[in-house]
């Protein structure tokens, strides 16, 4: 099957771009090359204050990864993901080739029309349990992403919340990261 024309790559480039990252940095870049889009992560774009090991500037890009694939479904291709494809090149985190016609499911195209109206939200969560089989549908999706969603139990979150507490103590007295949130902000 032919590659992406150059409109239908805009179009899947376009979407992948409005994934939600790390103080809205957008830390990534995309090569198209022939029938594949290559992302690699920008490293202008990283946080070396409020994310010194990158792993925000990763999720980030992870998350733009996902909608690429999303939008490449929607255009009714075969997204096949390589990760990690190239130890020579450590900016490559992932090179996608437009396969074979594909259908997308419903659940995908309903994914896929979501990321025109994902908007950042700075308000606090709501303090009420989460429905069981919301729990159980979220845990199913990410076991098909290749990940564990694990719900933490009581003595848990009381240890997760004072290292956030501490956390957010330290982060209030460093100038460094002060003026690199505002930067960005």
Not at 32 to 39: K, V
Not at 76 to 96: C, F, W, Y
């Amino acid at each position: 099957m032919p590659a992406l024309s150059r409109r239908e790559t805009e179009v899947v480039v376009n979407a992948a771009a409005l994934a939600p990252s790390v103080l809205n940095v957008q830390p990534w870049r995309f090569v198209a090359d022939g029938d594949a889009i290559e992302l690699h992560k920008d490293l202008e774009r990283s946080l070396p204050h409020s994310d010194p090991d990158g792993r925000s500037l990763t999720v980030s890009c992870g998350a733009a990864l996902l909608n690429l694939r999303l939008a490449i479904v929607a255009a009714g291709r075969r997204p096949e993901v390589s990760l990690l494809p190239d130890e020579a090149h450590p900016s490559l985190l992932a090179r996608v080739v437009v396969g074979a016609a594909q259908a997308p499911s419903r659940a995908e195209s309903r994914l896929h029309a979501a990321i025109v109206s994902r908007r950042t939200s700075r308000v606090p969560y709501v303090d009420e349990p989460i429905a069981p089989e919301v729990v159980l549908e979220l845990e199913n999706v990410a076991d098909v992403e290749g990940a564990t969603l694990r719900v933490l139990d009581a003595y848990e979150l009381a240890d997760i919340g004072k290292l956030v507490r501490d956390a957010d103590f330290a982060e209030r007295f460093n100038a460094d990261l002060r003026a690199e949130v505002l930067a960005w902000t």
